[in-house]
T-cell receptor, first 113, second 111 residues
Framework: KAGVTQTPRYLIKTRGQQVTLSCSPI?????VSWYQQTPGQGLQFLFE???????NKGNFPGRFSGRQFSNSRSEMNVSTLELGDSALYLC????????????FGEGSRLTVL | GQQLNQSPQSMFIQEGEDVSMNCTSS?????WLWYKQDPGEGPVLLIA?????ELTSNGRLTAQFGITRKDSFLNISASIPSDVGIYFC???????????FGKGITLSVRP
C-alpha cells in the first residue's frame, strides 16, 4: 500500500510569490491534514479536509488556503510569501479523524528568499 | 488555545539506558498519542492511548495516559542508536477534532 505522497519535496521561492503544494493520501483515506513544522514552533496545525470539506482550521492567516478533491487528493496554497513561511509542510492522512491516528508524508521543504 | 508542554528540548543518553519523556497540558484531552520523526521523514505513530490510566506497550516503548487526562509519558527501555529522532506528543480533545502537538524532544543516543 503506497504511503502519503507529497510534491514537490523541495522548492525555493521569493517573497511575494505564491506556492501550491500537493498531497496524495493513502488509498481509502478520506481525511487530509496539513501541518507547518519549524524548528522553534514544532508542528502547527493548518487545516483538515474530509470529503472535500474543511472540517478544522488552525490559526494561520488567510494567505494559507487549501482544498480537497473528490479523489481525496489535497492541495495547499500560500500566497504573498513571507520569509517566515520557510518551513517543512507536512501532509497527513487518515481513514477519518476520529482517532487522531495520522499517517504523514515526508513533507515539502519550502524556502522563501 | 490548547498547548502541550514537552521538556527538555533535547536529551542525550547512553546506548542501553532507559529514558522517560512526559507531556503536560492545562487542558483535558480524550486521546494521547506519541509520534517519532526520523531525520528527513515525516512523523510516525508509535503509540495511541484512548482511556485515562491506560498503559500501553509497543516493543521497548511504554506509554501511559495520565489519570487527570492532562498528561502522558513515554518510556523507552534499553535504548539503541536507531532511537535517535524527535519525539512528539499529541492530544485530541474529542472525536474528529484537530490534534495539538507538543514542540518535540530531540533524543540523541551515544554508542
Amino acid at each position: 500500500k503506497a504511503g502519503v505522497t507529497q510534491t514537490p519535496r523541495y522548492l525555493i521561492k521569493t517573497r511575494g510569490q505564491q506556492v501550491t503544494l500537493s498531497c496524495s493520501p493513502i488509498s481509502g483515506h478520506r481525511s487530509v491534514s496539513w501541518y507547518q513544522q519549524t524548528p522553534g514552533q514544532g508542528l502547527q496545525f493548518l487545516f483538515e479536509y474530509f470529503s472535500e470539506t474543511q472540517r478544522n482550521k488552525g490559526n494561520f492567516p488567510g494567505r494559507f488556503s487549501g482544498r480537497q478533491f473528490s479523489n481525496s487528493r489535497s492541495e495547499m496554497n500560500v500566497s504573498t510569501l513571507e520569509l517566515g513561511d520557510s518551513a517543512l509542510y507536512l501532509c497527513a492522512s487518515s481513514p477519518d479523524s476520529y482517532t487522531g491516528e495520522l499517517f504523514f508524508g515526508e513533507g515539502s521543504r519550502l524556502t522563501v528568499l | 488555545g490548547q498547548q502541550l508542554n514537552q521538556s527538555p528540548q533535547s536529551m542525550f543518553i547512553q546506548e542501553g539506558e532507559d529514558v522517560s519523556m512526559n507531556c503536560t497540558s492545562s487542558s483535558i484531552f480524550n486521546t494521547w498519542l506519541w509520534y517519532k520523526q526520523d531525520p528527513g521523514e515525516g512523523p510516525v505513530l508509535l503509540i495511541a492511548l484512548y482511556k485515562a490510566g491506560e498503559l500501553t506497550s509497543n516493543g521497548r516503548l511504554t506509554a501511559q495516559f495520565g489519570i487527570t487526562r492532562k498528561d502522558s509519558f513515554l518510556n523507552i527501555s534499553a535504548s539503541i542508536p536507531s532511537d535517535v529522532g524527535i519525539y512528539f506528543c499529541a492530544g485530541q480533545g474529542g472525536a474528529n477534532s484537530k490534534l495539538t502537538f507538543g514542540k518535540g524532544i530531540t533524543l540523541s543516543v551515544r554508542p
